[in-house]
């Protein structure tokens, strides 16, 4: 069965570069979710798309943006990252509201 | 607010010896509750979801149960395979979309 896909999975940026994040949802999910979690810690809520408009927003840095696209893709764009945006990021994807989310396997950002 | 509480932190079991683990939440209006297997360096793997009190799902040699303050995930004969951390999550107050995360249970089967 068809799962999010993330890229890339690995990413390695210096201070005050920025980088982009890239999801695919599962097939037909019009919900999609981003996540971050540090070493040790569970997944903190970023940003959230339903039907590419933005539905809820958490602790997302003001240098941090996000948008889904027509064909329900989303991008992360993160700026001017500190060291302390190193993390894995997570999307996940679902159908609607307080169902079930799939997570993708992450992109573990290094900030050097 | 939300709160997700997730017990033990840790818990170290022998092949074969069976437990539970606890998923407390405080919100209000329970839309569902989640849980999710995580592996080192890699995404949650959902494993159930949870919508009413005295429902249960199955899944191999794990159950999940939910009451109306918590949920219980019980592990039968475990293997070292299910060493993961188990998260539990439920869908935020704020009538938005996210999820709440617990802290985990580490759990660590040994052969």
């Known amino acids: 069965a068809a799962g999010v896909i993330q890229s890339p999975r690995h990413l390695i940026k210096e201070k005050r570069e920025t980088a982009t994040l890239k999801c695919y949802p599962i097939?037909?999910?019009?919900?999609v979710y981003w996540y971050q979690q540090g070493p040790g810690q569970d997944p903190q809520f970023l940003i959230s798309?339903?039907?590419?408009?933005?539905?809820d927003k958490g602790s997302i840095p003001d240098r941090f943006s996000a948008q889904q696209f027509s064909d329900y893709h989303s991008e992360l764009n993160m700026s001017s990252l500190e060291l302390g945006d190193s993390a894995l990021y997570f999307c996940?994807?679902?159908?609607?509201?307080?169902?079930?989310?799939?997570f993708g396997q992450g992109t573990r950002l290094t900030v050097v | 607010e939300d709160q997700v509480t997730q017990s033990p932190e840790a818990l170290r079991l022998q092949e074969g010896e069976s437990s539970s683990l606890n998923c407390s939440y405080t919100?209000?209006?329970?839309?569902?509750l989640f849980w999710y297997r995580q592996d080192p360096g890699k995404g949650p793997e959902f494993l159930f979801t949870?919508?009413?009190a005295g429902e249960e799902k199955e899944k191999e040699r794990l159950k999940a149960t939910l009451t109306k303050k918590e949920s219980f995930l019980h592990i039968t004969a475990p293997k070292p395979e299910d060493s993961a951390t188990y998260l539990c999550?439920?869908?935020?107050?704020?009538?938005?979309?996210?999820?709440?995360f617990g802290p985990g249970t580490r759990l660590s089967v040994l052969p």
């Open positions: 996940a994807s679902s159908t609607g509201m307080n169902t079930e989310a799939f």
């Open positions: 097939p037909r999910h019009d919900t």
């Open positions: 798309f339903y039907e590419k408009m933005q539905s």
């Open positions: 919100v209000s209006g329970l839309r569902g």
């Open positions: 949870l919508y009413s």
């Open positions: 999550a439920v869908p935020s107050l704020s009538y938005g979309q996210n999820f709440v």
